[in-house]
Each structure stands twice: as structure tokens, then as C-alpha cells.
């Protein structure tokens, strides 16, 4: 039979992967898109299905479904790179033994290699190189064509050799790859990653280091370092020397300085660098979406993660949700991506996460996925109550030019921002009109926004800054990661895989859920919340001070995607990661500026004039001559009391004058 005949039927090579009991189904005729919906479900080695199928489709491919329900592991070889790169791994004794083998039909002699995971343990998708460059593997979730199918090439999928036995899992490979529990179906506690003998010195020292760099008190480090220990570590650690690395931590390394155990942090008290993702942000899910698009995207991982979170916040709706006191949280966020220009790849990131999420409710991506935000009659028409049709409460403002927005704000009367502000808070939205009043609630609104650094200073009004509406927003620094003059796309398998994941945890969430916290996670919560709740002067601060509610959001996030309504250490930890980034990015973005206008022309003013400072008479010409006096005195205490500025008299030949420097200057000069 030739590569092009068309025989209906099931052919010889999947009658045959049936009988070892492998998932099968249909996919297009030199392609791999699967034909039939809901693949991962309706895979099936039963005949009759299949037979039904090769008659439905008799010119089909035929997609091998892999990972737990198969019992298969594929490594995928792409041709002469991949081929190297094994040659490599066999230098350094690591070697994949010889199995079940086929040629793929590429140009340059791909293969896919068959092998059989040790029960109990699920394998994932992997196209992050962790066997080795263009080395794939195929895992739960995803795929690979079958024999005899075609490829694009116009050559057939072959076995190597058909009789030849699966080989088992080479334990070197397991110990490269992501290996976890699969997603529950129902609600239950999250399993937690075990950290063994050999990690979990460093696991704890990296605990510390996060949290002392924030900060935190030595009781504060080891009461977490405690819970994880007993949460986490098999067997756990002796309490003696899980307090002995708190207290080493923080004796040897001064608050604020960094520590690198295995990713490098970033103290906040260095408002000129540019904020560090650290791991514990990649929990889970997210995660592996993150890591998934990466090496496909020229943008920012923050940005894709931070994205991600927020459109899975909204498309959850309002039945997940956190109690405070009386007060209701939902898991809709608000994130702004903040790029030094327009070329940090703001947009492309949405793109990747859009594409996702189309493929678990297209309904959303394509009715309730919006932009064009400019008033605040037109966001609550989008969810009003009145209606002739129920309205769909979720919306997912998407503003790629968010500096319009602000410039909206800025306009006498405009009151879209209290409107904003009411639906981070509870979904209640109204205008206080005479005439058609609109009138929404229960309303779930989420919003990206994408700006750069100076049109963010510059429309950032006074007003905004310190009315709460800033601390609303998640303020992510972003910046292209990478280059890709040919650009990139995430394997359809693979965006499959991760698509098909994302359903089951929305389909969980969409549930009537209240989120709590665990007995380890609470005791790691009371030990940072007083940090959390500390004030940061001047605009920092004002952009900053929603720190609990946001962390508390972000971890019931985290937990959703895992399926579970109780938050625990590892969710608690991923927000926290995620509000270490979000809080070093606002830093970065607003430095020491106080969001008051005058103020800040007087600082700058004052750092450009160094050591030799100022009088108050060139800070009124600096000024143009368009502030009071009164208003200069009021923006001078303003910064004196931040300690931005300081001032001394200084004798002259006549009267003494008031010398004003910025207090970086004169640290410059001392000594």
C-alpha cells in the first residue's frame, strides 16, 4: 500500500495500539489537529469506536493520547539536534534505553521513543529542554501521531521494529521532569510537593531568604520556616536546626541584602533594580503555562503569569470567593504591565494566555473579553441589570493603551474610576443619574492594562494615586525576554494538554467556594501579615497599601487552579512571590516620588542641584513662579518628613539663608 491510499478501516498499527490498550482518536489528514471535541475524554482503544471513526474518516492521522491513561511516556527527537543532544547526555553516562521506536516522517529523522512510567507517578507534557535541547516529552495531557499516518512531508509515521517491547522509564529521566499527583476532581486538600533528604536544608535557607529580605522579623522566619518544615520536608528537619538556619539567616545577612540560593532576589530597598520573578510564583498550573510559553514568546514570563492569573479570576466568575470580617473578595484581579517603552512585548503576552483560554470557554474569549474602556456608563452597560437577555456578570477588560484611560480619569466630572474602585471591591455599580440611571450588580470585573514607565508618570494623577484607586492595581514591570526574528507558537498539543487542565480547574471553580486558609498556611500568614500591613511613605505606598487583600486573592487563585478550597502553604507562597514581584516592580516604577506634583519637581530639582542644594528663592524659579509660597513650605515638609530632603542655615556675609539638598547628595558627600 502506498503513502497515499485510502483504505477505510481501522489500519493494522492502531488496530494494534488499541489491543495494548492505548487512547486513540482521529486527527486531520497530514496534520495533527484533533477531529472530534473533547479528545483527552473521548480517546479510546474500544474497535467498534474506532472503526466508526475510519469510516467517519477515511483519509484521517490518528492521535495516540499519552500519559496515564495510555501508560505512555513518548521522548520526542527532533531530527538532527535532538539526535546531538542525546549523543551528549550518553558522554555523561546518561543514556535512554532501547525501545519501541518511530520514525515521524521529518525531513531531518525524527523519532519518538516509547516508554512505560512507573505506576503512580504522572509525567507532563515538557518542551522546557529538561532532557535536552530539542528533546520533547509527551506526557498526561498531550499526544503523538500514530503509525501509519502521514506527515506534512508526505512521508508515513513507521515503527522501527513493531515487535520490539516497551522499555521502562529510565530513572534519570523521571528525576528531570516534573513529577506530581494529577489534578483532583473534586475538592480536597492539596497533596504538597515532598521535599526529601538532600533539598530540604535548602529549601528552608530559601524560605528564609525570601522572607528576610522582605524584612521579616526572626520570629516571623521561623514560625514559616517551622510549618513548612512540618508540611513539606520528609522526614522533617530537627525543630533545633530548622531555628538555627532562621537565626543564621538572619544574623549573617542584614536586612535587604540579597541572598541567591538557587534564584537570585532582588531587595527591595533598591528601588534602581529591576524586580526578580522568584520560583515559588511558578506554583502548580500556572506554572507550567508559564513554562510551556516562554521559550515560544519574546515576552516577559511575569507578564504572561500575571495575565494568565487575572483571566482566570474572571472566567471562574463570582462563586469562588475569600470572607474578611463581613467583607465578601472575589478573585478578580486588576494588573497593570509596565514597560520602559513599547517595545516590552506587552500585547504578545495576551496573546499566548487568549489562545489558552479559547479553548476552554470560546463564549468568554470572544463575548466577554473587551476593551475600549472610556466611561463609566459604558463598563456597567456591559454587565447592567436591565436587560432583555441574562447578562453574562464576567468582563475582562483588556485596555492595551491604559494611559487613555488614565487621561479619562484625569477629566473634571469623568467618575469612571469610583466605578472601577467599586468593582475590585464588591460588583455593586451605579450611576447617580435623573434620567436611565444604570444599575449593576453582583458584576465581575477583571482588567489588564499595558503602559510604559513615562506615560505612567506622567498620567498618573495626584488624585488617583491617593484615592485607592492605585492600590487596586498589581503593578508588573515587564520587559522583552528574549529575541525571535521567526517569531514563536506553542505546539498545539501542548496548548491542548494545558487547555483541557484549565477547564477542569474552571469547571471546579465555577462553584459556590469559600477559600480558607490551612493550619500551616495560617501560622505563615500571622507571620507576615504585620510586614504586610506596614505603610510605605509617598507614592509607593499610596500604590502599594492593599497588600493583604491582594495577597489574600492571589493565594485563593492558586488554590483554585490546584482545585482546592483550602489554601496552603504552597498557594500562600506563590502569592507572596507574586506580591514580592508586583511590590519590587511599583518600587522600581515610583522610586521616592511622593504622587504630590509640586513635590516631586521640587526632589528632582534637588537631586540635579547635588551637594550644592538649593535656596527656597531658586526652588519658587525652578517652579516657574506658579506655586505659593505656602504650597512650596507645605512640599518642603512633605519631603523632610519622608526624608527625601533635608535643610541647614547656612551663614552668609548678610542674613543666613535656608539651604535645602537631597538627602542622596548629602549622604554622597559625608566622609
Same mark, same amino acid.
Given at each position: ?5 485510502? #483504505?477505510?478501516?481501522?489500519? &493494522? ?13 482521529? #486527527? ?18 474500544? %474497535?467498534?469506536?474506532?472503526?466508526? *471513526? ?20 513518548? %521522548? ?11 549523543? /551528549? ?15 515521524? =516522517? ?63 522509564? &529510565? ?7 516534573? #513529577? ?15 521535599? =526529601? ?76 533594580? *529591576? ?23 519574546? +515576552?516577559? &514570563? ?47 503576552? *495576551? ?28 463598563? %456597567?452597560?456591559? #454587565? ?5 437577555? &441574562? ?21 473634571? =466630572? ?55 484607586? +492605585? ?107 507574586? *506580591? /514580592? ?11 521616592? +516620588? ?48 519622608? =526624608? ?28
Amino acid at each position: 500500500m502506498t503513502a497515499a491510499t485510502v #483504505v477505510p478501516g481501522i489500519p &493494522p498499527e492502531v488496530r494494534a495500539a488499541a489491543g495494548r490498550g492505548w487512547q486513540l482518536f482521529p #486527527v486531520d489528514a497530514r496534520g495533527k489537529r484533533p477531529l472530534i471535541g473533547g479528545w483527552p475524554e473521548a480517546a479510546s482503544s474500544d %474497535i467498534t469506536r474506532l472503526d466508526l *471513526w475510519a469510516h467517519q474518516y477515511p483519509a484521517c492521522n490518528w492521535g495516540l493520547a499519552t500519559g496515564t491513561d495510555s501508560g505512555l511516556v513518548v %521522548i520526542d527527537v527532533d531530527g538532527v539536534e535532538g539526535r546531538a543532544s542525546l549523543a /551528549d547526555l550518553e558522554r555523561q553516562g546518561l543514556t535512554l534505553p532501547v525501545t519501541l521506536t518511530v520514525t515521524t =516522517g521529518r525531513t531531518d529523522g525524527g523519532e519518538h521513543r516509547y516508554y512505560r512510567p512507573p505506576s503512580g507517578v504522572d509525567i507532563r507534557n515538557d518542551q522546557s529542554g529538561k532532557i535536552g535541547a530539542h528533546v520533547d516529552v509527551r506526557g498526561t495531557g498531550g499526544f503523538v501521531v500514530c503509525p501509519p499516518s502521514i506527515h506534512a512531508s508526505g512521508k508515513q509515521y513507521r515503527f522501527l521494529d513493531p515487535s520490539a517491547p516497551v522499555a521502562d522509564l &529510565p530513572g534519570w529521566v523521571i528525576g528531570r521532569l516534573t #513529577v506530581r499527583p494529577p489534578m483532583p476532581t473534586a475538592p480536597a486538600k492539596a497533596s504538597p510537593q515532598v521535599v =526529601g533528604k538532600g533539598s530540604r536544608t535548602n529549601t528552608l535557607v530559601s524560605l528564609a531568604g525570601t522572607m528576610q529580605r522582605r524584612g521579616m522579623t526572626l520570629e516571623a522566619i521561623e514560625a514559616a520556616l517551622l510549618a513548612e518544615n512540618a508540611a513539606k520536608c520528609d522526614p522533617p528537619l530537627p525543630e533545633a536546626k530548622v531555628k538555627n538556619i532562621a537565626a543564621d539567616i538572619v544574623k549573617r545577612y542584614p536586612a535587604g541584602e540579597s541572598i541567591v540560593t538557587g534564584a537570585n532576589f532582588v531587595p527591595f530597598e533598591r528601588s534602581n533594580e *529591576w524586580p526578580i520573578l522568584a520560583d515559588p510564583a511558578l506554583h502548580g498550573l500556572a506554572g507550567d503555562v508559564v513554562r510551556a510559553v516562554e521559550p515560544h514568546s519574546e +515576552a516577559d &514570563p511575569a507578564a504572561v503569569l500575571m495575565q494568565f492569573l487575572t483571566a482566570f479570576g474572571n472566567v471562574i466568575g463570582t462563586g469562588s470567593h475569600c470572607l474578611v470580617e463581613a467583607s465578601r473578595h472575589g478573585l478578580n484581579l486588576f494588573s497593570v504591565l509596565v514597560g520602559e517603552s513599547s517595545k516590552a512585548r506587552k500585547g504578545t503576552s *495576551w496573546g499566548h494566555v487568549r489562545r489558552l483560554f479559547e479553548q476552554v470557554d470560546s463564549d468568554w474569549t470572544s463575548n466577554r473579553v473587551t476593551g475600549g474602556l472610556s466611561s463609566a456608563e459604558g463598563l %456597567i452597560s456591559e #454587565v447592567r441589570d436591565e436587560s432583555e437577555v &441574562p447578562t453574562d456578570k464576567r468582563l475582562m477588560v483588556v485596555q492595551d493603551e491604559f494611559a487613555s484611560v488614565l487621561r479619562i480619569m484625569a477629566r473634571e =466630572g469623568n467618575n469612571l474610576s469610583p466605578i472601577l474602585r467599586s468593582a475590585w471591591d464588591c460588583g455593586t455599580l451605579r450611576t447617580l443619574v435623573k434620567h436611565d440611571p444604570l444599575k449593576a450588580t453582583n458584576a465581575h470585573i477583571s482588567m489588564v492594562g499595558h503602559i510604559t514607565r513615562p506615560e505612567l508618570l506622567k498620567y498618573l494623577s495626584e488624585t488617583e494615586s491617593h484615592n485607592g484607586f +492605585a492600590n487596586r492595581l498589581l503593578w508588573v514591570c515587564v520587559k522583552r525576554s528574549k529575541f525571535l526574528p521567526e517569531g514563536g507558537m506553542v505546539p498545539l498539543e501542548t496548548l491542548t494538554g494545558l487547555s483541557m487542565r484549565i477547564a477542569d480547574a474552571v469547571e471546579w471553580a465555577k462553584q459556590e467556594r469559600e477559600f480558607r486558609r490551612n493550619d500551616e498556611a495560617r501560622k505563615l500568614w500571622t507571620a507576615v501579615y504585620p510586614k504586610l500591613s506596614e505603610g510605605e511613605p509617598g507614592l509607593l505606598g499610596a500604590a502599594t497599601s492593599r497588600a493583604e487583600a491582594q495577597t489574600l486573592r492571589l493565594s485563593a487563585v492558586y488554590a483554585a487552579l490546584d482545585c482546592s478550597s483550602i489554601i496552603s502553604v504552597d498557594h500562600l507562597c506563590a502569592a507572596l512571590a507574586v *506580591w /514580592d514581584y508586583t511590590f519590587a516592580s511599583a518600587r522600581y516604577i515610583f522610586g521616592d +516620588a511622593t504622587g504630590d506634583a509640586v513635590a516631586d519637581r521640587i526632589r528632582e530639582a534637588l537631586q540635579g542641584a547635588g551637594a550644592e542644594g538649593m535656596t527656597r528663592t531658586q526652588i519658587r524659579d525652578t517652579l516657574g513662579r506658579h506655586a505659593s509660597t505656602d504650597r512650596i513650605a507645605q512640599a518642603l515638609t512633605q519631603l523632610a518628613a519622608l =526624608g527625601i530632603a533635608s535643610h541647614q542655615m547656612v551663614n552668609t556675609l548678610g542674613r543666613s539663608i535656608e539651604l535645602w539638598t537631597a538627602t542622596e547628595a548629602t549622604k554622597a558627600t559625608e566622609g
